[in-house]
């Protein structure tokens, strides 16, 4: 694949400028590298709990491969599907320029790979740092599936941070002992909720806090003295997650592959997607002290995995194994809003920020859950929801059908009428009370595939209200192809008149998965500068299947680098 293509001569202006842009740009990566790798994806047997499980995996690893590149290289990864599902893989967080094709959410930007298929995926990391992460954008194979994205600067750059002595990436998980598809496929028959999960895992293991798991709990070494690198990254289906080291204070210095202002804290809170770069000095006495995981609930009443997993962190010079306990740490309470709050407050951008100020698209999304009235001549046993109802979700309540026989973006490129419409709403139809008693009469959403069309270069800013249509929640809210602004965020009704005055326009952290608070809302701005279509979805699985979720159209800009390249010859078809 092509990091850039020389655009046809239109005249001797452009072409000079367009010339300077690509010599800067082809010298600011020239020692970018094409790094290839092959994922095979099939059906391993993972034991876990004393049992052994049939799973399906990437490689036979548990989690997947970590893949490391550097700032400006290009990754071709052939993925080989030899499971018995349908398969994709979404590059959680890269920005995809012009190279919408390899974004990977089903049916979105490609149909999935069917068994006994393969399809290559190439894109190139341009201008991001940090950790990233991939994983399966099927169904629910990402409780399986998926691995960490570590994205180094570029060779003879360094971090804008001490450097750490060592790095370790840790991937909180969700674990079943049932079949993960055959959860959320009764959950679908039932109209219900899923069951929760058995488990969290750290980087595959439960930790020795669960029955048969002690062997297998996940050991990181320190050294007295030294600062390492812990890249956090929550891959959990469903849940968001607390995680804390006993007895250390963490310094926060990125988040989605960017950098922040450094600050410390004892407990951080991620949302499904969400990552977080850490420093840990190893200045305790030397023993081993627990590293753990376990729920932030912000849902009233509802089920949720209430476990704990574990890791352990080890001085060399401790004394050896099992002779003493680990330390425990102190958990922030299921329900501690407050703490959640207090650290999403806490993010602010390294250097200042490059917040779009003139808005083209003004644009106010309800977010949340709702009930659907049984279906005529329906089973009670198909409309498991309170009141003999089906759980949903919507976005400004459309709640967002797939397609079948095409990808939008297929069917945006090739002009393919009947997959889509473009008459997403820009602002909810009726104005509520979004975070009140909501009348049951809201608890309907239309169901229909419809996007939101923006034209190239457009300045985006984005309302993201939660509403309490049933019951209200944080939903961590991830856009595909984009990273964006958290400009503010804030409890109950958004009010363009009084909250505009908390909006920061200075440094505001860059992310590509916002938590929208629970009853409340947060405020995003970005420029469409990517053209293509681009899924934008809650990352809490369950309600992605009810629905909540909406994709923007993006259009050409003016010439080769502002549009869309086109489909590679083995792009799957449906």
């Not at 049939?54 to 290009?74: A, K, S």
């Not at 993960?180 to 020795?208: C, F, H, K, M, W």
């Not at 995680?243 to 926060?252: D, G, P, Q, R, S």
């Not at 970005?526 to 923007?552: E, K, Q, R, S, T």
Request: glycine fraction near 6%.
């Amino acid at each position: 694949m092509e990091v850039y293509k020389n655009p046809k001569p239109l005249c001797f202006s452009l072409l000079l400028s367009l010339s300077l842009f690509l010599f800067v740009f082809a010298s600011s990566f020239v020692d970018a590298k094409i790094l290839q790798h092959d994922f095979v994806v099939q059906e391993t047997t993972v034991k876990r709990q004393c049992n052994s499980h049939n799973r399906i995996t990437v490689n036979e690893m548990f989690p997947g491969p970590t893949l490391e590149v550097n700032n400006g290289d290009t990754l071709v990864v052939n993925v080989m599907n030899k499971g018995q599902y349908n398969v994709t893989i979404h590059w959680h967080g890269v920005r995809q320029m012009r190279s919408g094709w390899a974004d990977g959410p089903e049916f979105v930007t490609q149909c999935p790979i069917r068994p006994g298929k393969s399809y290559t995926y190439r894109f190139t990391i341009q201008g991001q740092e940090g950790t990233l992460w991939w994983h399966a954008h099927s169904s629910w194979l990402r409780a399986t599936v998926y691995g960490a994205l570590i994205i180094h600067p570029q060779d003879g750059s360094s971090y804008p941070f001490t450097t750490p002595k060592r790095e370790a990436p840790i991937l909180l998980g969700e674990w079943w002992n049932a079949n993960p598809i055959d959860v959320i496929r009764e959950a679908t028959q039932t109209g219900g909720t899923p069951n929760v999960s058995d488990a969290y895992t750290i980087n595959g293991q439960l930790g020795d806090l669960y029955n048969c798991s002690s062997q297998d709990t996940v050991v990181i070494p320190v050294d007295s003295g030294e600062t390492n690198l812990l890249r956090v990254i929550n891959a959990a289906l469903n849940q968001q997650l607390f995680f804390t080291v006993a007895n250390h204070k963490l310094t926060v210095v990125g988040a989605d592959a960017s950098y922040l202002k450094p600050f410390t804290t004892s407990v951080i809170m991620l949302g499904p997607g969400q990552t977080t770069d850490v420093l840990i000095t190893a200045d305790q006495t030397p023993a081993r002290y627990y590293i753990a995981a376990r729920a932030y609930n912000s849902a009233q009443g509802a089920p949720f995995d209430n476990t704990t997993t574990t890791a352990i962190l080890q001085y060399k010079s401790a004394t050896p194994c099992c002779s003493t306990s680990p330390v425990f740490p102190s958990l922030p309470a299921y329900n501690d809003t407050n703490t959640a709050t207090t650290f999403a407050a806490s993010f602010r951008s390294r250097t200042k920020a490059e917040v779009p100020t003139d808005i083209d698209d003004n644009l106010f999304f309800t977010v949340g859950l709702g009930l659907l009235n049984c279906p005529p001549g329906a089973s009670a046993s198909n409309c498991q929801a309170p009141n003999r109802t089906r759980f949903t979700a919507s976005m400004n309540n459309v709640s967002f059908a797939l397609p079948s026989n095409f990808s939008l973006l297929q069917a945006h490129q090739q002009g393919i009428p009947g997959v889509f419409t473009t008459d997403f709403p820009a602002a909810p139809s009726l104005q509520f009370d979004y975070t009140g008693n909501v009348s049951r009469s809201l608890w309907q959403p239309v169901r229909g595939t419809k996007l939101y069309k923006l034209k190239y270069g457009s300045r985006v800013q984005l309302v993201l209200q939660g509403t309490s249509i049933f019951t209200a929640e944080n939903h961590p809210i991830h856009l595909h192809g984009y990273d964006f602004y958290i400009i503010a965020q804030g409890f109950g009704n958004f009010n363009s008149k009084t909250d505009t005055s908390k909006f920061n326009l200075v440094d505001p952290p860059l992310r590509n998965t916002v938590g929208v608070p629970v009853n409340g809302w947060a405020v995003i701005r970005f420029v469409a500068d990517n053209p293509g279509v681009w899924l934008m979805h809650c990352h809490l699985d369950v309600h992605l299947n009810w629905g909540l979720a909406m994709a923007f159209l993006v259009e050409d800009g003016f010439g080769e680098l502002q549009s869309l390249e086109p489909p590679p010859d083995d792009l799957p078809i449906c």
